[in-house]
């Protein structure tokens, strides 16, 4: 039976964590096997996507892109580009502590989840479509579950 080459999918927000992931995986798989998932979600600051762009093309990895930001079109987040809410500048353990319990203005819903929900299913529709051209479409639910 044919084997399945492994790759990974690290979601990169250009940040110190995600571009350290990167640089594991680029280190473990290789540039051709590793692909850069950035999102968009409505973040007031662009600077974010280009630094993501930025580790992509340092790193010589595939790069794709997400727009989440319909998901969070009713938020008034003040991280969200069409928020009237001021970010605030003190640290997120002094907003929660003046926030008697409620979320903080910061708080953007469920973000990271629908992050990670959305990179799990590329990562599986990505080892579907690989798996199938290399096993001959077989049956792939017993290899997948």
Known sequence: MATIE?????????GVDSTTLLAMAVSRYGAKNVFALSISYGQRHNKEIESAKAVAVHYGVEQRFLDLGAIF???????????????????????LAESDGKPVSTYVPFRNGLFLSAAASMARRDLLRRASRRLGGQRLSRLLA
């Open 6 to 14: 492994e790759k990974a999918l690290v979601l990169c927000s250009g």
């Open 73 to 95: 079109a009713d938020s008034d987040c003040s991280l969200l580009s069409h928020s009237s809410q001021d970010i605030p500048e003190e640290s997120y353990a002094d907003q």
